[in-house]
């Protein structure tokens, strides 16, 4: 049976437990032979993806952009960059991909756009005070002779998030705003225009077939007018997370809801106040939000089920479903992460030369990828995790193009590492990514031959064959549907739950074997199962236990 019959495309509650596969396209496949990823290469891939199992794909930002910050320095959201292809190549993707069974989500950057965006030229070019300068966070200086930033806030990639421009004389001018790189100028949502272009965009790729939309760094567009200085601990924040947002999603989601079909609205927001990111999700804003409480959780027992236990605790009120992830463009692969001494993940705790044991990290990984098919939800798989590729983690310094590198001074690793180009076949790089002899964007290493799809398609005892065979069981179980879910009393160190009737999942992250329960039947596990216990930090789908 296709997976077009087992999920039509009129299903309404398609979103709550899809398993959604992330393509970061410059790394995917190489469909022109540039060395760069790009939708001809994606839409080859089609089959690929259908086998593998996946209800959606969500695209990182396929947009035209001078990729300062990775694509997410818009200059056109109705467009796609060159590099990528074209407008009409995308539209037949999202066709075929759909013929197959396979939804397509598509990123939406709101909180800001390139400084190449023809809105904020017009801004430059314009005197201070002017109407164009109203879409920005434009601000005179502080000190005597406004040498000073406008206030004492921190960009998220770190160092101060204003710059000052030259007035047309020459002089030095005012200072705009950018939470992120210089590069991305932060739009001003209290300006009626912005709210009105962005509404357009959603109907514009609504439009073309597109069934949801990313929102990236959802919690941050609104700001205080005043931009006060910074106050720890001080609410509101003065920027994140300000009442403002509710309505705009609100005015999305009515959007979302007048087309047939389901168009889904899926948030990235970062906020520690649980309660305050359900709120996002009620039945009038947001239909869910990425999970990073579970992502960034340890290999540890007790803080997983910590995650599992606040997670599901506060998406309940609000009927929105959860989401589960455990790596994503931004953040070291979990191969790498689990195999390091500390195994949650920072951003603050990046750093050169972190030890790792891989064969460690991998048994962890598939362990982990049972675990998280197996809870309520939907899920997050990001492109190569099937494979089980690690952080790339020795690339020449002079290739790192992230900006978290490049404004550390050096000192953070940046993200390049989770972004290096999918293995596809062959021996030896560019392994099918691009054709030989062509230098992908960022360069592969020479120990991947085991790592490539061809090569993991003929081992049955492969990364690329347990996320198969899982994603097909989580589809079959009944199971594996809807909402219920009930903790199993087991040893300490081991998670043990069940799911509908019949159905079960058990995790020992201990570092000793643990007992199976009697009379169950083994659906799948992560690693043998020795004298029918469950080693350390393998993880196993049980059926009447």
Request: with cysteine; hydrophobic share 40%.
């Amino acid at each position: 049976m296709g997976q077009n019959s087992r999920h039509p495309s009129e299903q309404s509650d398609w979103w709550r437990d899809a398993a959604i596969y992330q393509v970061y396209p410059r790394s995917f496949a190489d469909g022109n032979g540039d060395g760069t990823g790009d939708l001809a290469g994606v839409r080859s891939r089609l089959p690929y993806l259908a086998e593998l199992g996946v209800d959606a794909i969500w695209f990182n930002p396929w947009y035209p952009s001078p990729m300062a910050d990775g694509g997410y320095d818009v200059a056109d959201y109705r467009d796609v960059d060159p590099l990528f292809g074209t407008l009409d190549e995308a539209e037949k993707l999202i066709d075929e991909a759909l013929g197959l069974g396979i939804r397509t989500i598509v990123d939406i950057v709101p909180n800001h756009v390139s400084s190449e965006h023809p809105w904020f030229k017009e801004a430059l070019a314009a005197e201070p005070g002017s109407p164009e300068r109203e879409l920005f966070h434009f601000r005179p200086g502080r000190g005597p002779s406004g040498e000073l930033p406008p206030n004492d806030w921190v960009s998220e990639f770190g160092g101060c998030p204003w710059t000052r421009t030259t007035n047309p004389d020459g002089t030095p001018g005012d200072w705009y705003l950018h939470l992120f790189a210089v590069q991305q100028p932060d739009l001003n949502w209290a300006h009626p225009q912005v709210r009105h272009e962005h509404e357009s965009i959603l109907r514009f790729w609504f439009d073309r077939g597109a069934a949801g939309v990313r929102i990236d760094s959802a919690a941050l567009l609104a700001k205080d007018p005043a931009l006060p200085d910074f106050v720890k601990d001080v609410d509101p924040h003065p920027y994140a997370d300000l009442e403002e947002l509710h309505e705009i999603y609100r005015s999305w989601r009515a959007i979302a809801d007048s087309y047939s079909g389901t168009r889904i609205l899926i948030g990235e927001v970062w906020l520690p106040d649980a309660e305050r990111f359900a709120r996002y999700l009620r039945p009038d804003e947001l239909h869910t939000a990425f999970n990073f409480d579970f992502l960034a959780r340890p290999w540890d027992a007790e803080g997983l089920r910590a995650s599992i236990d606040s997670t599901l605790a506060l998406h309940a009120p609000v009927g929105a479903p959860a989401t589960w992830v455990l790596c994503n463009h931004d953040v070291t692969r979990t191969v790498t992460r689990y195999g390091r001494r500390d195994t949650r993940f920072d951003f603050a705790t990046k750093a050169f030369g972190t030890p790792t044991d891989l064969e460690l990290g991998l048994r962890r990984a598939r362990a982990a990828a049972l675990l998280s098919l197996a809870l309520p939800g939907a899920v997050y798989l990001y492109q190569g995790e099937e494979l089980g590729l690690p952080e790339v983690e020795d690339l020449p310094v002079e290739r790192l193009q992230d900006p978290m590198h490049l404004r550390s001074g050096g000192t953070d690793p940046g993200r390049d590492g989770c972004r290096v180009p999918l293995p596809w076949a062959g021996t030896e790089a560019p392994y099918g990514f691009s054709p030989a002899g062509v230098e992908p964007w960022l360069p592969q290493p020479a120990d991947w031959a085991a790592l490539t799809v061809e090569a993991q398609a003929a081992d049955p005892g492969s990364m690329l064959a347990l996320y198969r065979t899982a994603l097909a069981v989580r589809r079959a179980e009944a199971g594996l549907r809807g909402d219920k879910f009930e903790w199993l009393a087991g040893d300490a160190g081991v998670l043990a739950f069940r799911r509908g009737t019949g159905f079960s999942c058990v995790v020992n992250l201990s570092p000793d074997p643990a007992p199976l329960p009697a009379g169950a039947t083994v659906l799948l596990a992560s690693g043998p199962l020795p004298d029918g216990l469950l080693p350390a930090d393998t993880a196993v789908w049980l059926r009447g236990a």
